[in-house]
């Protein structure tokens, strides 16, 4: 074997090698669970003593097993944390509008696939090169409707006017401070791109079609049945018992309003999302404010990024379970270090609830940490760890190969070498 070929040959073998832990990694072959499967006591501790060590403001965490509560815990800045205290939660606020949204499907005066131009008159999509008729109420669900604008919508001091519907929609605020423009770009249907504007566009439909007011619709329709009483779509200052805002530091930081209640404004507690969680897994034979039909349309695969399903209709799609069905729900960050998270497994009724200010993605991670724990699959926002848990694997293959090759070449050279020859026949004489 020349010493080209020996070469080729080990490059081809690492990266074979490097392909197989990238595929693998996907799967969680080189991940490990916080705590052995189905030991949920032993997840609870670990996942408390996380919060306890990385969050310096407040938490609400839960655990539901079997469509119940079964393990709180309250990591807290005063006293008065428990589950009725109320936080914010961001881009959550989307999974309550898509269930708003899909309510008016399942009664019949919303078709999924009609251009959202048949149930909005107060705004117009700006024209553009591509058919506007082809952004239908599906796609703004799913974030495939060829909007990118990518909201982030901004924050408005507790003293500044709220813009309306229409004007927000016209010139939204981000929260970086960048010019976003609420239009379609891309070919309707083509491509998953997260879009802030697309549940403006919803909060306007939900008003239109119901004749009603975007929060009153909510209340009415889910949070006075559920009995989510401690929930609502006002700034944490006007309501009692509030969790209150914190940077990562524990220091407290001014509370916000938001333009689009639908996208981000919904506040609540973890008794109250205990109980919209519990109507999303309901026992076998049973339907709630959304029929069995419904829910399960919702947790269908409509968006994918990289060949990987991540969106359903207003729900996310974290990660398969063992029956082929999905770990769905949906998670929210907002500045300076609000984070929700509240994720379901339909095969066990089980189901993670933190909301946390004081970090920016705890409540994510440690949801993260629970799917794998619940599935033994990483989720599709978890992929820091991913990419962590490949490094070992991958380079200690990549060295094993490497010091084969040199064992190799070292014996081809020894059984070749004419000199190495001679030295072995003196030596055998």
């Known amino acids: 074997m020349t010493f080209a070929r020996l070469t080729a040959a080990t490059l081809i073998l690492m990266a074979l090698w490097l392909a197989f832990v990238i595929v693998t990694a996907l799967f969680g072959w080189w991940m490990h669970p916080i705590a052995p499967t189905g030991d949920s006591d032993a997840f609870f501790r670990q996942a408390t003593d996380l919060i306890a060590e990385h969050n310096s403001g407040n938490a609400a965490f839960i655990l539901i097993e079997d469509g119940a509560i079964s393990r709180e815990y309250y990591s807290t800045s005063n006293d008065l944390i428990g589950r009725d205290t109320v936080f914010a939660t961001a881009s959550m606020s989307k999974w309550l509008t898509a269930a708003g949204v899909m309510k008016l ?20 999509l700006p024209t553009g090169e591509f058919d506007s008729n082809e952004v239908t109420v599906r796609r703004l669900l799913s974030h495939t409707a060829g909007l990118t604008d990518e909201l982030g919508f ?52 939900i008003e239109e079609v119901s004749g009603m007011a975007f929060e009153e619709y909510m209340n009415e329709t889910f949070f006075i ?61 049973t339907d709630s404010i959304l029929n069995r039909n419904t829910l399960v349309a919702m947790r269908q695969a409509h968006g994918k990024t990289l060949g990987f399903d991540v969106w359903g209709l207003g729900t996310i799609l974290y990660a398969p379970t063992g029956t082929g069905d999905v770990v769905f729900g949906h998670d929210g960050g907002n500045d300076p270090a609000i984070n929700s998270t509240a994720r379901i497994n339909p095969d066990t009724r089980d189901a993670i609830i933190l909301l946390e200010t004081g970090h920016p993605s705890l409540a994510t991670s440690i949801g993260s940490q629970w799917v794998l724990w619940q599935t033994g699959y990483p989720d599709i926002l978890d992929t820091d760890s991913v990419i962590q848990s490949m490094r070992l694997p991958g380079l200690l293959g990549v060295l ?12 081809h050279k020894r059984q070749h070498d004419p000199a190495d020859k001679q030295r072995a026949q003196r030596s055998a004489q």
């Open 105 to 124: 499907v399942q009664d019949g005066e919303v078709d999924l696939d009609s251009p959202m131009s048949a149930y909005v008159s107060r705004w117009t």
């Open 225 to 285: 049945p559920l009995g989510m009483n401690r929930s609502a779509y006002e700034p944490l200052s006007s309501v009692d018992n509030n969790a209150g805002s914190f940077n990562q530091h524990g220091e407290p930081t001014p509370i916000y309003r938001y333009a689009s209640s639908a996208a981000t404004g919904f506040a609540t507690t973890t008794a109250d999302l205990a109980k919209f969680v519990a109507a999303q897994i309901l026992p076998p034979d």
């Open 154 to 205: 901004g924050d408005y001091h507790l003293d500044e006017a709220i813009p309306s519907l229409e004007e927000s929609l016209e010139n939204p605020r981000t929260s970086d401070g960048s010019t976003a423009r609420i239009a379609v770009t891309v070919a309707p249907g083509t491509e998953w791109k997260y879009s802030g504007g697309s549940y403006l566009i919803l909060q306007l439909l």
């Open 400 to 411: 094993i190969i490497f010091l084969a090759s040199v064992c190799i070449g070292l014996r």
